[in-house]
């Protein structure tokens, strides 16, 4: 910044913003933002800028919609939080379909074990599952 005015005070000079190029009243000679959003903005920018030219952008392929998309990341597995939710909901809806299958494995094998013996199964008998306690 260059000189200032000598009927200036130093506060009363205005300076653009280094984020959102607004006017602002400096508090003092070395702000170069207006508050601290701008200055956090502009640091997460310079953070993504320096990551950017570390990590060559890489093209990987979306888990569930098979979309190909650019990413700085290795890990990412899905190109938006819509594919990621929705795989989930089946991994939880597959997971419990096996749980319900060996569930009713199980009481079949104890109706078939209470035939065999020549016992009539009590309904709590039957509805004991050892993989849910329940």
Not at 21 to 27: G, I, S, V
């Amino acid at each position: 910044m260059g000189k200032h005015k000598w009927w200036l005070t130093k506060n009363e000079v205005r300076r653009k913003c280094g984020y959102c190029n607004e006017y602002f009243l400096p508090k003092n000679d070395v702000q170069i933002y207006c508050n601290r959003e701008c200055r956090e903005k502009a640091q997460k920018y310079r953070e993504e800028m320096k990551r950017a030219q570390k990590n060559p952008l890489i093209i990987i392929k979306c888990r569930k919609c098979n979309r190909e998309f650019k990413t700085i990341y290795i890990k990412v597995k899905y190109c938006s939080d819509i594919c990621r939710n929705e795989d989930k909901i089946l991994k939880l809806n597959k997971k419990w379909a096996e749980h319900a299958y060996k569930k009713r494995k199980y009481q079949n094998l104890r109706m078939q074990m209470f035939y065999e013996l020549g016992d009539k199964p009590s309904d709590s008998a039957l509805k004991k599952c050892n993989a849910c306690r329940g």
